[in-house]
T-cell receptor, first 113, second 116 residues
Framework: GDSVTQMEGPVTLSEEAFLTINCTYT??????LFWYVQYPGEGLQLLLK?????DKGSNKGFEATYRKETTSFHLEKGSVQVSDSAVYFC????????????FGSGTQLTVLP | DGGITQSPKYLFRKEGQNVTLSCEQN?????MYWYRQDPGQGLRLIYY???????QKGDIAEGYSVSREKKESFPLTVTSAQKNPTAFYLC???????????????FGAGSRLTVL
């Protein structure tokens, strides 16, 4: 079945540091890929998405590129801020399916001033 | 503004009691979902519904029940049969599969259930 493997956390960085959170997936066909962010005590918010190979999703300084050849969708940001502290989830959705998203286990990011 | 409203935000339950979590959306989405989140884990699907009066079990449906009598509402009942119900519960909805941006779920703010 489909699965998503995320870099284990927690990750602690200083403000303005470079961020990478690794995400790899296993799925048949060409799934859509997502990054969601969860701030403390809140639900999930869509951060960015990519629906086909080589697409780059971007939002709020975050980027991720859909790499079919390496089945990866790593999240990056060039300069993190304290306000980026949250849990980040990588997820996939099989193409043409409304059944569900498959989520990774989440990566806790803490950014220190 | 359109969105998903979950209530209550916090709920305490005694062992052996059933409890119902509310989920209402005004996004005109056909599909709705319930997920469970435990500390340090990803989200696990409990139930989902693609259309009114129809729903399917997800990966961890045992001890839970749902109904979908209206498009806007998808309540989740946590029954006494659920052995470890303390968790954060998230409701989500999405547009039909055939539409643009299909299956990009919008999430509610969640309900935290604690069994005493």
């Amino acid at each position: 079945g489909d699965s998503v493997t995320q870099m284990e956390g927690p990750v602690t960085l200083s403000e303005e540091a470079f961020l990478t959170i690794n995400c790899t997936y296993t799925a048949t066909g060409y799934p859509s890929l997502f990054w969601y962010v969860q701030y403390p005590g809140e639900g999930l918010q869509l951060l960015l998405k990519a629906t086909k190979a080589d697409d780059k999703g971007s939002n709020k300084g975050f980027e991720a590129t859909y790499r079919k050849e390496t089945t990866s969708f790593h999240l990056e940001k060039g300069s993190v801020q304290v306000s980026d502290s949250a849990v980040y989830f990588c997820a996939l959705s099989p193409r043409g399916s409304a059944r569900q998203l498959t989520f990774g286990s989440g990566t806790q990011l803490t950014v220190l001033p | 503004d359109g969105g998903i409203t979950q209530s209550p935000k916090y709920l305490f339950r005694k062992e052996g009691q059933n409890v119902t979590l509310s989920c209402e959306q005004n996004l005109n989405h056909d599909a709705m979902y319930w997920y469970r989140q435990d500390p340090g884990q990803g989200l696990r699907l409990i139930y989902y519904s693609q259309i009114v009066n129809d729903f399917q079990k997800g990966d961890i449906a045992e001890g839970y029940s749902v109904s979908r009598e209206k498009k806007e509402s998808f309540p989740l009942t946590v029954t006494s049969a659920q052995k470890n119900p303390t968790a954060f519960y998230l409701c989500a909805s999405s547009i039909p599969v055939a539409g643009p941006g299909a299956n990009v779920p919008t999430f509610g703010a969640g309900s935290r259930l604690t069994v005493l």
